[in-house]
């Protein structure tokens, strides 16, 4: 039988992308402000380009930032504490995606 480990109790990526987009089983059910939404997909692209490695960590820490900003901007008021979280979120597990692919050997 497989033990649970720390990383296995922690949110997919994927899952906090949706809560973004405001869909699935992380959905509030309240519209975000208009242009939210489609951040989702910069953060779509983003891991898909870590995962295929073809990122510096300088630029996915100058993205994370500028996706982060430009997310608020656009949600304004409209339910930010909900949006900050998710950020805040994508921001640790995007890293740890980072980290994970990218792992530096030292033979």
């Given amino acids: 039988m497989k033990k ?6 922690q949110p997919h990526v994927e899952m906090l992308v949706d809560a973004l987009e405001n ?3 992380c959905a509030s059910g309240l519209p975000y402000a ?3 939404k489609e951040q989702a997909e910069l953060y779509r692209t ?4 870590i995962r295929n490695k073809s990122m510096s960590f300088e630029t996915l ?4 930032q500028d996706y ?3 997310t608020l901007d656009l949600s304004g008021n409209n339910q930010r504490y909900r949006i900050e979280s998710i950020l805040a979120a994508l921001d640790t597990y ?4 980072y980290n994970k692919h990218n792992q530096i050997r030292k033979d």
């Fill in 94 to 97: 995007m890293i740890k995606e």
């Fill in 4 to 9: 649970f480990n720390y990383d296995d109790l």
């Fill in 61 to 64: 820490l100058y993205d994370l």
């Fill in 23 to 25: 869909r699935g089983a």
């Fill in 46 to 49: 983003l891991l898909e380009n």
């Fill in 68 to 70: 982060k900003s430009k």
């Fill in 34 to 36: 208009n242009g939210v």
